[in-house]
């Protein structure tokens, strides 16, 4: 039971281009979301979050886009730089805090220079 | 500020067998989950101890235990062992902190059942 689902396992764009990936859940409980990313050898690294009462969060290139209607999160990375070659793992949790993260198969984004 | 570091980073095992894998959390953090990642797949999350008790346990069997020291420092003891508890096995710790901390993963100790 894939309770948080990234379709696309990998995703190529090029330099200077928005990179977008996409995540879908099931769980109506889940009421916090999150995206880490991980390079080869390392362990997953943080990189926004999104509350539920929420639609939008941005930090810098990254912006993070919840349709709770949906159950659909999406992030966007603009402009996208050959350092965010990576595979990106979309996360949820369903109280709000950091205890038991429901993890997403992951999408890993190939940046061309 | 010291991250979180696990060890052994790579271990092979034969079925049956008993591991410990261990974990140094952050300085200042007083939680600490472990999580295995299956090959192709996302991490699963096993279980979390803060202040050195159990917290919150995801669907894995008894046969996975785990424990918190007074510095904050971690092991899973894995018994028993199978072919499927071949994995990465990642520990992330964090502050306790119900309006969404983030958790800091170590690189994982690699282990391989054969």
């Known amino acids: 039971d894939q309770q948080v689902k990234q379709n696309s396992p990998s995703l190529s764009v090029q330099e200077g281009r928005i990179s977008i990936l996409n995540c879908d859940y099931t769980n109506s409980m889940f009421d916090y979301f999150l995206w880490y990313k991980k390079y080869p050898a390392e362990g997953p690294t943080f990189l926004i979050s999104i509350s539920s009462i929420k639609d939008k969060n941005e930090d810098g290139r990254f912006t993070v886009f919840l349709n709770k209607s949906a159950k659909h999160l999406s992030l966007h990375i603009v402009p996208s730089q050959p350092g965010d070659s990576a595979v990106y793992f979309c996360a949820a949790s369903a109280n709000f805090g950091n205890e038991k993260l429901t993890f997403g198969t992951g999408t890993r984004l190939t940046i061309i220079p | 500020e010291t991250g979180v570091t696990q060890s052994p980073t790579h271990l092979i095992k034969t079925r049956g067998q008993q591991v410990t894998l261990r974990c140094s959390s952050q300085s200042g953090h007083n939680t600490v989950s472990w999580y295995q990642q299956a090959l192709g797949q996302g991490p699963q999350f096993i279980f979390q101890y803060y202040r050195e008790e159990e917290n919150g346990r995801g669907n894995f069997p008894p046969r996975f235990s785990g424990l918190q020291f007074p510095n904050y420092s971690s092991e899973l003891n894995v018994n028993a062992l199978e072919l499927d508890d071949s994995a990465l096995y990642l520990c992330?710790?964090?502050?306790?902190?119900?309006?969404?901390?983030?958790?800091?993963f170590g690189e994982g100790s690699r282990l391989t059942v054969l």
């Open positions: 992330a710790s964090s502050v306790w902190d119900r309006r969404g901390g983030e958790l800091f």
